[in-house]
């Protein structure tokens, strides 16, 4: 998949075609024309990409040390590479995994309450680079250093705009709490992947017909792309279901609106037959990718639950798998216990609380009093900035000035809303990294119509450049506790704005 650039529309394309032209918006605050492509389109989006490189590679074994959740998911990781499925580990696991032993797991099996593919995608790494701390952070760098070159040119490609595409990746480039969960190996980082790349696809999708002069039969690539990314979302965390659906809507209103805009005499109809119809095949093909995601589970024998043989109709594996599931709700339902890191989802665009991976004092920064701490904290420029641009969108969607305001602003929901539901439960700050990319996308629009006296101007200015370099220097002086590095107390104090991030 790849975003491409091409200066001619044809006038009957294939149905594998997709073009970066669409039909003109008429609309003051677009810019119209087609940005310039080849490498013109590829240069910005290509540097932020290489920015997010420098502050995510470096040093990405360090701390040396199961940080966080890592104590769950490197494990489980590992046992899906030498097993198929989870196995409990040994008494004192993480220290002999630290010292370089995998002798570390029992014959019974572990109770896992997330699908296998991001433990799967851990393993993977571990699997090629070792069993050790770079081993099972190296494909979430890899995963989170795409995300910045993937949402650069969507951007791009949603406004029109080289200067607004290469924003919003300088600005996920320097997202404190993307740089650390890139670094770290939990699972809400290959969601955030499969999301932005799902993503793309639906507005390749939308693209693909604004510029047919009549809808095309037969497959569309780019949705049957966005589903097997939607199906590796939910087969990383169930939260992907809630992108499903989002997308899916948007997908199926950009369909009728298209129809309506081309005076179809039988829009109605045809949509029903031709659109609604199929596109609920979507949810049939996710949930078989879903259930493919536990082959490992379904091929052995030791996975927990698996040999289950209750009161049910379905194949015994099936009624098994379903059985575990009904748990696996349960425990996330009800999943309420005390944490001194629990964050409202409320507060998680403030950046009120957020959590601390990793907190160690020692004496290696030249002083008696020292910290070094990994901590997910977000770019203040970013966030702040980013609760004023969102409701700029809310507001572009309102007067109808923005044809890219609508599914950026459906994006960041799509991520936040539904964990309003669930207020009591106990829910951390990071799983905002999977929003944090539409975050970026309406920093960049929002900043792009402030500081542009004319909207349809693709140039670069001061005030647009000196944002930028704000919000860099910000995350130069954070990012020592960002990534760990150590500090005299004073000088990770002065770090800590809000009594809340400590």
């Keep these: 998949m790849t975003l491409s650039d091409n200066s001619e529309v044809q006038p009957e394309p294939t149905d594998l075609d997709i073009t970066q032209n669409v039909q003109p918006i008429r609309d003051d605050l677009m810019i119209a024309d087609v940005p310039r492509g080849g490498w013109a389109g590829w240069a910005g989006p ?5 920015i997010g490189t420098l502050l995510r590679l470096p040093n990405l074994g360090k701390p040396h040390a199961l940080i966080f959740d890592e104590t769950y998911y490197v494990k489980d990781g590992l046992s899906l590479i030498k097993f198929g499925y989870e196995r409990k580990a040994v008494d004192g696991a993480d220290e002999k995994l630290l010292s370089g032993s995998t002798d570390i797991f029992q014959g019974g099996a572990s109770y896992v309450v997330h699908p296998p593919l991001g433990k799967w995608i851990i393993g993977f790494g571990e699997h090629m680079f070792g069993a050790t701390p770079f081993g099972w952070r190296i494909m979430m760098a890899v995963l989170g250093i795409a995300s910045i070159l993937i949402t650069a040119r969507v951007a791009r490609r949603l406004t029109h705009s080289n200067v607004i595409g290469t924003t919003a990746g300088l ?6 709490l993307h740089i650390t969960m890139s670094r770290t190996a939990l699972l809400d980082t290959p969601l955030s992947f499969f999301i932005i790349c799902a993503f793309a696809c639906l507005i390749l999708d939308r693209d693909h017909n604004r510029m047919r002069t009549e809808f095309a039969r037969g497959v569309r690539q780019p949705r049957v792309w966005m589903t097997f990314f939607l199906g590796c979302a939910v087969s990383t965390k169930w939260s992907g279901i809630y992108f499903a659906l989002v997308f899916g809507l948007l997908m199926l209103f950009w369909d009728w609106q298209a129809r309506q805009e081309r005076i179809e005499i039988t829009a109605t109809k045809n949509w029903v037959i031709r659109d609604f119809l199929p596109a609920l095949l979507m949810p049939l093909a996710i949930v078989a990718m879903y259930i493919a995601s536990w082959v490992g589970w379904f091929r052995t024998k030791g996975g927990w639950n698996r040999d289950w043989s209750g009161d049910s109709p379905l194949p015994q594996p099936l009624a098994a798998l379903l059985h575990y599931h009904q748990d696996m709700y ?9 944490h001194s890191y629990k964050a409202n989802p409320l507060t998680w665009p403030f950046m009120i609380r957020p959590t601390s991976f990793f907190y160690e004092t020692a004496s290696t920064c030249g002083s008696d009093s020292c910290s070094q701490e990994v901590i997910p904290l977000g770019n203040p420029l970013i966030w702040w900035g980013g609760v004023v641009a969102l409701g700029v969108m809310a507001w572009l969607i309102a007067r109808r000035r923005h044809p890219a305001a609508l599914p950026i602003l459906a994006g960041f929901l799509a991520g936040w809303a539904p964990w309003l539901i669930y207020i009591q439960r106990t829910t951390f700050t990071f799983y905002s990294v999977v929003f944090i990319p539409f975050t970026a996308m309406a920093c960049a629009l929002a900043l792009h119509l402030v500081t ?51």
């Design 171 to 176: 600005l996920l480039a320097f997202d404190g």
């Design 46 to 50: 290509l540097f932020a990409t290489f």
């Design 452 to 502: 542009h006296r004319k909207k349809n101007d693709d140039t670069w200015n001061w005030p647009m450049v000196a944002t930028i370099g704000a919000v860099a220097l910000l995350t130069a002086f954070f990012y020592p506790i960002l990534v760990g590095q150590s500090l005299t107390y004073d000088m990770w104090q002065l770090r800590m704005w809000l009594p809340s991030w400590i």
């Design 330 to 338: 349960n425990f996330h339902t009800h999943l309420t216990s005390a």
